[in-house]
């Protein structure tokens, strides 16, 4: 069993940066894929970055170059780098683990065995 749990959310103006962090505890996450979501109010979950064993990493297309995702495997830690954030970046934001050493090329959309509770970003002026 996993436990995720994300921290680093606040409020942020428009072309500020934050960084987020999804603690595991548990079983060991070092050699599991780990992905980012995102919610906003009324708006479906959308995928944000996501990154494999062996650290691979892939990204949805509208955080490449701004958002950045890496892991800290000896700490259990994963984080999310975000840059010149925008007021369409304001969501909920979810961290996810998964199983699988190598990231599946529609890690997107695969059912994530674990989830954490999420952590608040709003981007405001």
């Known amino acids: 069993q996993v436990r995720l749990a994300e921290s680093g959310g606040g409020s942020v103006q428009p072309g500020g940066s934050l960084r987020l962090s999804c603690a595991a505890s548990?079983?060991?996450?070092?050699?599991?894929?780990m992905a980012w979501f995102r919610q906003a109010p009324g708006k479906e979950r959308e995928a944000v970055a996501a990154i494999g064993g062996d650290k691979t990493t892939a990204y949805a297309d509208s955080m490449k170059g701004r958002f950045f995702i890496s892991k800290d495997n000896p700490k259990g830690i994963l984080y999310l780098q975000m840059n010149s954030l925008e007021p369409a970046d304001t969501a909920r934001y979810y961290c996810?683990?998964?199983?699988?050493?190598?990231?599946?090329?529609?890690?997107?959309?695969?059912?994530?065995?674990?989830w954490g509770q999420g952590t608040q970003v709003t981007v405001s002026s």
């Open positions: 548990g079983d060991s996450t070092s050699t599991y894929s």
């Open positions: 996810a683990a998964d199983q699988r050493f190598w990231l599946p090329r529609t890690w997107y959309s695969i059912n994530y065995n674990y």
